[in-house]
Structure formats: C-alpha cells, structure tokens
C-alpha cells in the first residue's frame, strides 16, 4: 500500500510560521518549475499564503493552469510583466481549493428549485404550522394547479416544536386538491399527504420494502404518510419537477454556489450511469469552471450492470467518474443509523431494543464490493451506525484477506458513530473514513437523546483519527447542509451544539488539522494528491482567497470568515460582490 507519509499532519504545522516569517523580514527560499518561462499570467503577494505542505511563501505564481513557482515576492516578482494578472492580498489569506470530500451536487441544484422546509439558521420552520403555512404560501404564489405535485425539502424533526415528523394529516391541512411530497433533512425519509399517498398507491396492503419502513398509524395497518428509506421509493424523487433544460441550468448555478464558498471540486454522489453520460456530454459542450467527481449508485445495479461501472483518470469538461457508492444504512439524525446497541431514544412506537436496520442486503455488499476492489474500482460505502460501519470494514477485510494489500482508499462515507475498536480496523486496511463534521452543531443535540452523552461525544471522532495517523475528511453532505466549508471547519475545530454544549472536546480538531481535511486530505481520498491540496510547483492553480488567516483568528470566528474569490485551473470562477 502507498506510504502515507506524505499526508502527515505534522508537516503541516510548518505553515503556522508563514506569518511570522513575513513579520521577521525572512525570505523563503523560492521554488521554481523547471519548466517555467519567465513570465507569470497570476502572481498573488502576500503575507498570509498557507500553502498547506512544507513551503513558507510570501509569493506565489501561476502559468496556464498550473503553479510554477512559490516562494518570496522578490524572486516571483522578477517574473511579472506587463500582461500579467497581479494581486496583491493584503490582509486576506491565500489557500488552495476547498476539495469537497462528500455530497449531491445534483441535489443541490435541485433543491434550489423546490419549497425550502429547512428550519434556523438555514431557513425558517420551527414548527409544523410553519410548514402548513409555507406549502399553502408556495401554492398560492406559483399559482400551482390543483392535482399537480407540490414539493418541499429539507424540514427537520428534530428541531420543530413538536419533534416529531409532519403526517398525513398535517399535509392535508395544507391541501387536499394538491399531491403533497416533502422530503426530510437527512435525505433518508419523506412525508406525503392523502392525495399523494392515493395517486402512488400506497395503502393498507402495501408492505414495507427491504430497507425501508411505511410507517402505520398507531394500531392500525393505514400509512400514516411517514417514509423510511427504501420505502420513500415508493414517492416520487426531488427531480421529478425538474426538466432536462431547467436541469442543466440549475447545475451551471449550483456550481457557482459550489464557488462561492471557494470549493474547487465537488462530488456528485447516488447518480446513474446514463445520468453521468449525459452530465458528460454538457461538459463537452460547454466545460464546467471547476471539476465535478461522479460516484455511480450501485445498490440499485444488477451485477451486469455494475460489472460495466469502471472509473475514469482524466477529467472530461470537467468531470469523471470517481468510482461506485454503495448505501448501508440511514442516518443518526433520522434515527436509522444502524447500531449494534440499542438507541437511548428510538423512533415512535420502537421497541426498548431497536437498532434500525441495513437498508442494503449485506451479503450482495460483499460480494460486490470484493469483485470492485478486484477491478480496481474505488467504493464509497455510506455507513452511519456503527453495525453499518462493521458491515463496511468486514467486506474490505474480506475482499483483501490474503492479498498484498492494494492502495484502494475504499471510504466509510459519514462514519458518525465508528468506534475506537473500528478505527485500529481502518487504520490497518487503508481505508479512508469522512467525516459528516456538520453534525456536532447541527444535530449534536439530538444525538446525545438519541444516543446518550458517550455514544454522541464519540461522534466523527476527527482528534482520534489524527492521533492514529489515519488519512480522513469531512463534509456537508449537501444539500444537507450548505455546502460551506468555512463554518464545516469551525464546527470541526469548536463542536459546538446548538444549545452551546461542546460536543467531545477530546475530538476537537486544530485549525490546521481541519483545513487538512478539505485540502490534502480531500485530494488523497480522491487519488489527487499529486495535482490538489496544496499551493506546490506543479500542481493545479486551485485556489481560495479568504477575507483573513483562519490560523490567526478566534477559532469561535472561523465560521464567518468569508470567501473573497476563487481561482480554479488559474481562472477567477468567484468573486465578492462589489471586490475591487
């Protein structure tokens, strides 16, 4: 297996001097590509150039789409000419592209096309008469006729009055002439209306699918219009409202929301074969600014189907396969992420020994997973509870048992309750866990009821990790959440709930640990660490202008850092309304 010598943390620390450096007069020594000319078409100047490997820089330039040199501003300057694009930083702060480790981009761009049911601070329900409300409001102003489908996402039980899951009933008070479908935070259930659960023919004779639950009303066999998991199979998906045109529209938008929080590469995550093919083409014609990595559903594909699903090495128009995802569970914040103990506080109507359950026959992941570590294909598995976890680990375990072991870098997608046990497991066989970071604040919480203060405190345990040498990530899973990776960082160094409770404080994160994780370590988990992650001679001009040295500040201000402009390939892709 590859050496991870290259990603340890440690080096890192380097970067911490840079500002000093710059205070004391030093001048770093300047390295330049052997091949480079001498004139830059970027340079950036700056005392605040974190470059995120073992280069102090108060310089950096750029020809075409690549770094050629770093260094001090005397030897880079000597490479500016009269066509050059010079920018002078100030106070603000250069570092290399948000790599975005995990999320939907197509989820995104859709979301922003439907009803926003998300509550503080990312929309405005905080209770189900808000939701009613909402849904009759988007009715009115759309002008929607009746008998077509109106759809919400994003609302949350666990941080409405009621903590509990909007029904049938409370969907029928917003309309009964009108199909009702919204989907909940975590992506993994969904609510829907009378007229709705009608139309789809879900009823009293309808069971529940393999991986999912149609939830009853209490002592009844009647759908209560609540969908776990496989079951919200059985509702129309988020893009049903989406054409093919407004669809494509919505990702050259998403992608510049993308951009906005300086993400350089984005994951698209759960898509088909035919739907990549065709993002592929629209690439062609028109490239995207910044690169798109694709990941293949393959809980779906028959083994014909999957043995076809390969990965690509290049990018075309921006975008490439990255490999297959598989899905082993549901979620925390849900309440179906599957454990081996039960929770403290399950969903309503559970048993006292509820664990939730795999919403993917374990068995088929094994022996898929073996056959696509044997053609070299890279597997993502979504695994929350810490069964699904052990679930993950046993098949690469299984797959690799008896062979030299390959540099595969399989990822426990999310990873929120892996125990310490499980990470001595991941640290022997290279797999790469990422992290859903977002959750001490989001959810954090809510985990300690669902969970009990251990459990929950254990949850994304970034500061264990580190101190097992571990390679990992994290994310916003979005449209989850945003995709903003400045508030990702502070919630991963702070583990702050909404409640102000510090949520593991042996797990918090060093600033420099966490921006590792959306940097260098982001772009080893996608096989990239030779063309992403840091500001080095040779690799992809990918970067973020921040409005101030996240090192430097309160670490209780990370979150409102903002971002001043993003480079990708050399280009601007970004820039703060009204920058001069």
Not at 380 to 390: R, T, V, Y
């Amino acid at each position: 297996m590859a050496s991870h010598s290259s990603m340890n943390i440690e080096k890192l620390k380097l970067v911490v001097l840079v500002p000093l450096f710059a205070l004391a007069g030093c001048s770093p020594q300047v390295e330049l590509s052997q091949e480079a000319p001498s004139s830059a078409d970027l340079i950036f100047i700056g005392d605040n150039i974190i470059t995120m490997d073992d280069n102090v820089a108060s310089a950096v330039a750029v020809i075409g789409d690549r770094i050629s040199a770093v260094g001090s501003r005397e030897e880079i300057l000597a490479m500016r000419d009269e066509t050059t694009q010079f920018v002078d930083l100030g106070a603000r702060a250069l570092l290399p592209g948000f790599i975005d480790a995990h999320g939907h981009f197509g989820g995104v761009a859709t979301y922003s096309a439907l009803l926003d049911l998300s509550s503080p601070p990312v929309g405005a329900m905080e209770n189900i008469d808000d939701i009613v409300a909402a849904i009759r409001n988007w009715i009115e102003v759309n002008n929607v006729p009746a008998g077509d489908l109106v759809y919400g996402v994003g609302y949350d039980d666990s941080l409405l009055v009621e903590l509990r899951h909007p029904n049938r009933d409370d969907l029928d008070r917003a309309s009964t002439t009108h199909p009702i479908v919204i989907r909940h935070v975590s992506g993994h259930l969904s609510s829907a209306n009378s007229l709705a659960l009608a139309n789809y023919n879900i009823g009293v004779n309808t069971e529940n699918p393999a991986g999912g639950i149609v939830r009853r009303r209490l002592g009844t066999n009647e759908p209560d219009g609540v969908m776990e998991e496989t079951a919200m199979g059985l509702l129309p998906g988020t893009g049903v409202l989406v054409d093919e045109e407004l669809g494509w529209r919505l990702r050259r938008e998403a992608a510049d929301i993308y951009a906005s929080f300086g993400i350089t590469t984005i994951q698209e995550s759960n898509v088909s074969t035919s739907y990549v093919e065709a993002l592929k083409q629209q690439a062609l014609e028109e490239p995207f600014a910044v690169d798109i990595v694709t990941y293949i559903m393959g809980n779906p594909l028959s083994d014909e189907e999957l043995e076809l699903v390969s990965h690509d090495s290049d990018y075309s128009g921006g975008v490439k396969i990255g490999g297959v995802k598989f899905t082993l569970d549901g979620s925390p914040q849900g309440r179906t992420a599957w454990m081996s103990q039960p929770y403290d506080a399950g969903p309503p109507g559970v048993d006292a020994d509820y664990v939730a359950y795999p919403s993917y026959d374990p068995d088929a992941y094994r022996q898929r997973v073996d056959r696509l570590l044997e053609r070299g294909v890279p597997v993502l598995a979504h695994a929350n509870g810490d069964e699904a976890i052990e679930l993950m680990i046993d098949g690469i375990e299984e797959s690799l048992s008896g062979e030299e072991m390959p540099d595969h870098r399989s990822v426990i997608i999310h990873a929120q309750l892996i125990r310490e046990d499980q990470l001595d497991r991941v640290k022997q066989l290279g797999i790469v866990p990422s992290y859903y970071a977002a959750h001490p604040f989001f959810w954090g919480d809510w985990h300690r009821l669902s969970f009990g203060d251990d459990r929950a405190s254990f949850i994304s345990p970034v500061k264990a990790t580190i101190e097992r040498d571990i390679p990992f990530t994290v994310h916003n899973d979005s449209p989850i959440v945003p995709p903003d990776i400045m508030r990702l960082v502070s919630i991963t160094v702070n583990r702050l709930t909404r409640s102000g409770y510090v949520l593991g404080p042996d797990q918090r994160a060093s600033v420099l640990e966490a921006l590792y994780s959306v940097t260098q370590g982001a772009a080893y988990q996608y096989f990239e660490e030779d063309e992403k992650g840091s500001i080095t001679v040779g690799k992809r001009a990918d970067f973020v202008v921040l409005e101030s040295n996240p090192l430097t500040i309160d670490p209780l201000q990370l979150e409102n850092v903002g971002v001043v402009e993003t480079f990708a390939r050399g280009k601007s892709v970004y820039r703060q309304v009204g920058l001069n």
